[in-house]
C-alpha cells in the first residue's frame, strides 16, 4: 500500500485527470458533450452509462440520453475498445471501429465455439441478423435471437451475444435506438449502413493520431500504457499515434503525455486543478477505466468496489471510494468503508436526490 507521501505526491495529478473526465471543475451540458470528451463511455449497463454523463454534466435527464440515441442519432452503442460495449458519437463510429475491432476477432470465434456455434453457423447467423434488420428493424436482442433459432443456430448460454458481438465486429450492426412499450425500454439493433450511412475511407494513420489526441483531452496526464489497456491496442499502435501529435503535447517532468494549451485539453491542465466534489458514480464508470492503477481511487477497497469483473456503484469524495450504494425502490442507499462526516453525508444525501431526479 503505497505511503501517505507517495499520495500526496500523486494528487495534482489525479486532479488533473478529474478536471479532464469532467469530474471536476465546469460541467457538461449535453449529454454529447460528455461523450465526445470521453471518446468512449463503458456502455455493458445502461444505467452505469447514463449515470456517468450525470456526474459529468448538469441539468440533464436520463430521458436526454435516450434522445440523442433515438431522435437525433448522435449517440450509438456498440463493440469496440477491449471488446466491451461503449456508448460514442455516431461520428466517431468509423474511425474507432477500424482502429478497435479487427483484433477481436480470434477471440470471438474461440468464444462462439466454446459455446457450441461453428463457423459455417455463426456466418448464417450474421445473414439472418442483416435480413431481419433490413426488413423489420430496428429488433431487440430478444427478437434477434428469435430468428436466429428458428434458422436452426444455437443461442442458449452465451452463443447470442457473441453472434450480435460478431455482427458488430463485421461492421454490421450498432446498438441505436431505444424502443418499447410504455415500461423500460430496450436499446435496439440497426444496421450500420441504414443508421449512419456508407462507411468512408478510413486512414489508419490520422486515426491513430486522433484516437491519442482524443483521449488525452478525456484521460490526460496519461502514460502510453493507459492509452494501450484503454483502447486495447499494441503498445506500438499507441506510440505511433501519440508520436504523430507530439508537436501538440505539453512537456512533463513525469514523462507522462498531456495536450498543450489550445489543445483541447482539460481545464485543470497547466494549471491548478482541484478535487471533485462529493458525488455518486454509477456502475463501470469510466473513471476505473481510464488508466492502468486504479489505487488511487480505489485504495485498500478494490476488491469491494471491483469483483470478477463487474464495477459497482460507488462514493467519490475528494478524490477517493468512500463507500458503495445501491437504488431501490427510488431510494439511495450507502454502504459505508468507514464512518463520514456530517458534511460528507448530507452532500452526499443531495448528489442521491439529483440520481433520483435524473433517472426520473
Given at each position: ?5 507517495r ?8 486532479a ?12 457538461a ?5 460528455v ?31 435516450d434522445?440523442?440515441?433515438t ?10 475498445n477491449r ?29 462462439l ?37 428458428k ?5 442458449q ?5 457473441y ?12 446498438r ?10 430496450e436499446?435496439?439493433?440497426?444496421l450500420v ?12 494513420e ?14 490526460g496526464?496519461?502514460?502510453?500504457r ?11 499502435d ?6 504523430a501529435?507530439?508537436?501538440?503535447l505539453?512537456e ?7 495536450l ?10 497547466g494549471?491548478e ?9 454509477g ?9 492502468v ?14 469483483v ?31 464512518p ?5 453525508t448530507?452532500?452526499?444525501?443531495a ?10
Open positions: 500500500m503505497p505511503s501517505r507521501r499520495l500526496a505526491r500523486r494528487s495534482p495529478l489525479i488533473e485527470r478529474f478536471a479532464a473526465q469532467l469530474l471536476a471543475g465546469e460541467p451540458t449535453s449529454a454529447g458533450a461523450v465526445r470528451r470521453l471518446l468512449a463511455v463503458q456502455g455493458q449497463d445502461p444505467r452505469g452509462a447514463r449515470l456517468a454523463i450525470r456526474a459529468r454534466s448538469a441539468g440533464l435527464r436520463a430521458a436526454d440520453v434522445r440523442a440515441l431522435i437525433d442519432r448522435s449517440l450509438l452503442i456498440t463493440w469496440l471488446g466491451t460495449l461503449h456508448l460514442i458519437a455516431s461520428e466517431d463510429f468509423w474511425w474507432l471501429h477500424a482502429l478497435t475491432t479487427p483484433q477481436q476477432a480470434a477471440g470471438c470465434a474461440r468464444r465455439a466454446q459455446e457450441g456455434v461453428p463457423p459455417d453457423d455463426a456466418d448464417k447467423a450474421v445473414g439472418v441478423i442483416e435480413t431481419a434488420l433490413g426488413s423489420d428493424g430496428p429488433l431487440t436482442r430478444r427478437q434477434l435471437g428469435e430468428r436466429i433459432a434458422a436452426g443456430v444455437r443461442t448460454g452465451q452463443a447470442l451475444v453472434l450480435l458481438f460478431l455482427a458488430s465486429a463485421r461492421g454490421i450492426i450498432v441505436g435506438p431505444m424502443i418499447g412499450p410504455a415500461g423500460p425500454a436499446h435496439g439493433f440497426v449502413r441504414d443508421w449512419l450511412g456508407a462507411a468512408p475511407p478510413i486512414d489508419r490520422l486515426a491513430l493520431a486522433e484516437l491519442a489526441r482524443r483521449y488525452l483531452a478525456g484521460h496526464p496519461a502514460a502510453d493507459d492509452l494501450a489497456k484503454w483502447a486495447g491496442l499494441p503498445l506500438r499507441v506510440r505511433r499515434g501519440l508520436t501529435i507530439a508537436g501538440e505539453r512533463r517532468d513525469d514523462g507522462l503525455a498531456e498543450a494549451a489550445g489543445q483541447g485539453q482539460s481545464a485543470g491542465a494549471g486543478s482541484r478535487l471533485p466534489p462529493a458525488r455518486l458514480l456502475p463501470f464508470d469510466p473513471v476505473l477505466h481510464g488508466w492503477d486504479r489505487e488511487p481511487i480505489l485504495g485498500p477497497q478494490r476488491q469491494i468496489v471491483t470478477n469483473g463487474l464495477f459497482r456503484p460507488f462514493a467519490l469524495v475528494a478524490g477517493r471510494a468512500v463507500a458503495t450504494w445501491r437504488l431501490a425502490g427510488g431510494q439511495v442507499t450507502l454502504k459505508p468503508f468507514g463520514l462526516s456530517e458534511p460528507v448530507t452532500a452526499l444525501a448528489d442521491a436526490a439529483d440520481v433520483c431526479r435524473f433517472l426520473g
